[in-house]
């Protein structure tokens, strides 16, 4: 990504406190003084989609003048160039909302500081200790939790753990700095902070409270007890498109709003936060600026997880095997959408219960709006990243209940064929793929071997615990995935959206 954080030669001015007058013409400027804001919540993962999604919403918060105490301080674990990149620029970034039809350009300001765990590792549990500290939040993807597939328990094991429980305080978890700073602050008698997950994974709030929770206790029974009776962990569900930021990406926003920023975010237009209302110390007025505060998000996360993430999933790997790069690409072609569509209205949706205030055939609409944007089109490779992790969670649920249920799964089946498929690591022209995934060399190395026989996949990993045994499906399976190498993407999607392959409980 460093190549995202080098600059043009050109006529953009780069953005910075000093230089913000001179944007105002082409961008929507912070309309507070920064200078007032004050860090009450530490973000670990400071990645596109948090600075798309869950800074802006605070931007808000602060431009509506309603509370200057939830500036945030962000922190990295894992890459210094976001660090290089923000610490330049005052903490300012550009975001760009893409429709259809135009685009706007807006800084975001609600951003304090920015720290490097690994250079910083003092100044970030220095920050978690802060007594005005109240809210700790969280991007940093589903395999960051350490929670094994199956159990859904701590991985105590996983090499990352066992050395931050030895380490002299530069952790790779975040849940090991979430640890010691939460037993300074019992020790010193502060306040806890709040844990508030916003990550897609299913449970959020537990998964957040599980690692925590069994981190600590492997170092101290007392402490885990502690965070256990006084560490509220909210479940949230977010939504928005933020495809990686490229060079590309960099340049045109530069020609365009004659910002030159070293690492903006291009996203859609459409937003969405859901919070569980549950904090242990304060919580900022959310509400005003647009989030869904209520007493259980769980229906609201099943919806997106069910309908958007699965689809995500599907449209992933399908895309990339017929040749396709980008979302939009994919959905050009009518025997994709019509898929989509159909794999949401027919076989995911009717498995879903209703969601109050919400309608669900319009929300199926609007899925299909974003993801046939072209301008803000996501990678099929980022779709299609992390299967192990995403496939159980988003998935295979819908595919489990509609066998359950004797509802038609077809499709939700070919979804399964193709992420097998795309396990091998090329699509049918040869063209190599990369797997994405924290099993990639073990489900690649079977995947290769096994071909269309999907029965060693299913028996080996705990992924597909739920169809172990099941051979009469695994034959049927194993006919999807050979129709797909025979017929390729395009000619298994007509035979399957024909009804040739209407797939029941009984298959």
Same mark, same amino acid.
């Given at each position: 990504?460093?190549?995202?954080?080098?600059?043009?030669?050109?006529?953009?001015?780069?953005?910075?406190?000093?230089?913000?007058?001179?944007?105002?013409?082409?961008?929507?400027?912070?309309?507070?003084?920064?200078?007032?804001?004050?860090?009450?919540?530490?973000?670990?993962?400071?990645?596109?989609?948090?600075?798309?999604?869950?800074?802006?919403?605070?931007?808000?918060?602060?431009?509506?003048?309603?509370?200057?105490?939830?500036?945030?301080?962000?922190?990295?674990?894992?890459?210094?160039?976001?660090?290089?990149?923000?610490?330049?620029?005052?903490?300012?970034?550009?975001?760009?909302?893409?429709?259809?039809?135009?685009?706007?350009?807006?800084?975001?300001?609600?951003?304090?500081?920015?720290?490097?765990?690994?250079?910083?590792?003092?100044?970030?549990?220095?920050?978690?200790?802060?007594?005005?500290?109240?809210?700790?939040?969280?991007?940093?993807?589903?395999?960051?939790?350490?929670?094994?597939?199956?159990?859904?328990?701590?991985?105590?094991?996983?090499?990352?753990?066992?050395?931050?429980?030895?380490?002299?305080?530069?952790?790779?978890?975040?849940?090991?700095?979430?640890?010691?700073?939460?037993?300074?602050?019992?020790?010193?008698?502060?306040?806890?902070?709040?844990?508030?997950?916003?990550?897609?994974?299913?449970?959020?709030?537990?998964?957040?409270?599980?690692?925590?929770?069994?981190?600590?206790?492997?170092?101290?029974?007392?402490?885990?007890?502690?965070?256990?009776?006084?560490?509220?962990?909210?479940?949230?569900?977010?939504?928005?498109?933020?495809?990686?930021?490229?060079?590309?990406?960099?340049?045109?926003?530069?020609?365009?709003?004659?910002?030159?920023?070293?690492?903006?975010?291009?996203?859609?237009?459409?937003?969405?936060?859901?919070?569980?209302?549950?904090?242990?110390?304060?919580?900022?007025?959310?509400?005003?600026?647009?989030?869904?505060?209520?007493?259980?998000?769980?229906?609201? +996360?099943?919806?997106?997880?069910?309908?958007?993430?699965?689809?995500?999933?599907?449209?992933?790997?399908?895309?990339?095997?017929?040749?396709?790069?980008?979302?939009?690409?994919?959905?050009?072609?009518?025997?994709?959408?019509?898929?989509?569509?159909?794999?949401?209205?027919?076989?995911?949706?009717?498995?879903?219960?209703?969601?109050?205030?919400?309608?669900?055939?319009?929300? %199926?609409?609007?899925?299909?709006?974003?993801?046939?944007?072209?301008?803000?089109?996501? %990678?099929?490779?980022?779709?299609?990243?992390?299967?192990?992790?995403?496939?159980?969670?988003?998935?295979?649920?819908?595919?489990?209940?509609?066998?359950?249920?004797?509802?038609?799964?077809?499709?939700?089946?070919?979804?399964?064929?193709?992420?097998?498929?795309?396990?091998?690591?090329?699509?049918?022209?040869?063209?190599?793929?990369?797997?994405?995934?924290?099993?990639? %060399?073990?489900?690649?190395?079977?995947? +290769?071997?096994?071909?269309?026989?999907?029965?060693?996949?299913?028996?080996?990993?705990?992924?597909?615990?739920?169809?172990?045994?099941?051979?009469?499906?695994?034959?049927?399976?194993?006919?999807?995935?050979?129709?797909?190498?025979?017929?390729?993407? +395009?000619?298994?999607?007509?035979?399957?959206?024909?009804?040739?392959?209407?797939?029941?409980?009984?298959?």
């Amino acid at each position: 990504m460093t190549n995202i954080v080098r600059l043009h030669q050109n006529s953009g001015v780069p953005l910075s406190n000093a230089t913000l007058p001179l944007h105002a013409n082409a961008l929507t400027l912070p309309t507070y003084d920064r200078s007032t804001l004050t860090p009450g919540i530490v973000h670990f993962g400071v990645g596109g989609f948090h600075r798309a999604h869950q800074a802006v919403y605070l931007d808000d918060l602060a431009a509506n003048g309603v509370s200057s105490q939830w500036g945030v301080v962000g922190v990295g674990l894992h890459k210094p160039e976001m660090k290089e990149a923000l610490s330049a620029q005052d903490c300012l970034y550009t975001v760009v909302e893409r429709t259809a039809e135009r685009e706007t350009g807006r800084v975001i300001g609600s951003m304090c500081r920015y720290l490097y765990a690994r250079d910083e590792s003092e100044r970030v549990i220095a920050a978690l200790t802060d007594e005005r500290t109240r809210i700790v939040s969280l991007t940093v993807t589903g395999d960051g939790y350490h929670l094994r597939p199956d159990t859904k328990e701590f991985a105590d094991q996983a090499p990352e753990v066992v050395a931050d429980l030895t380490s002299d305080g530069q952790f790779s978890t975040v849940w090991a700095y979430l640890a010691e700073a939460l037993d300074r602050r019992r020790r010193n008698g502060s306040a806890p902070f709040t844990v508030m997950s916003c990550d897609n994974v299913a449970d959020n709030g537990r998964a957040a409270r599980t690692a925590l929770v069994s981190f600590a206790a492997l170092r101290y029974a007392s402490l885990a007890r502690w965070i256990e009776d006084n560490v509220a962990f909210p479940s949230t569900m977010v939504d928005r498109i933020t495809p990686k930021t490229t060079s590309h990406d960099r340049y045109g926003i530069e020609q365009s709003f004659g910002v030159a920023d070293r690492w903006p975010v291009v996203t859609e237009s459409f937003r969405q936060w859901i919070t569980e209302d549950v904090f242990c110390n304060g919580r900022p007025p959310l509400e005003e600026v647009g989030v869904d505060v209520v007493s259980d998000v769980a229906p609201h +996360k099943l919806l997106k997880s069910r309908l958007l993430n699965g689809t995500h999933c599907a449209l992933g790997y399908l895309g990339l095997l017929a040749g396709y790069h980008k979302s939009h690409q994919a959905m050009r072609d009518p025997l994709i959408y019509r898929y989509v569509e159909q794999l949401m209205r027919e076989e995911v949706g009717p498995l879903v219960p209703a969601v109050e205030g919400l309608d669900t055939a319009t929300y %199926q609409t609007t899925i299909l709006e974003r993801l046939t944007n072209p301008r803000i089109s996501d %990678q099929l490779s980022r779709l299609a990243a992390r299967g192990s992790t995403k496939m159980p969670s988003y998935l295979l649920p819908s595919l489990l209940e509609a066998r359950a249920q004797g509802r038609p799964h077809a499709l939700l089946t070919l979804a399964l064929a193709a992420w097998l498929r795309y396990l091998r690591g090329y699509d049918f022209t040869g063209r190599p793929l990369r797997v994405e995934d924290p099993r990639a %060399q073990q489900l690649t190395t079977i995947a +290769k071997v096994a071909q269309n026989s999907p029965e060693p996949l299913l028996s080996k990993f705990d992924i597909f615990a739920d169809l172990r045994g099941d051979r009469q499906f695994a034959e049927r399976l194993g006919d999807v995935m050979c129709t797909l190498d025979r017929l390729g993407v +395009k000619g298994a999607l007509r035979r399957t959206l024909s009804g040739a392959d209407m797939t029941t409980a009984a298959g």
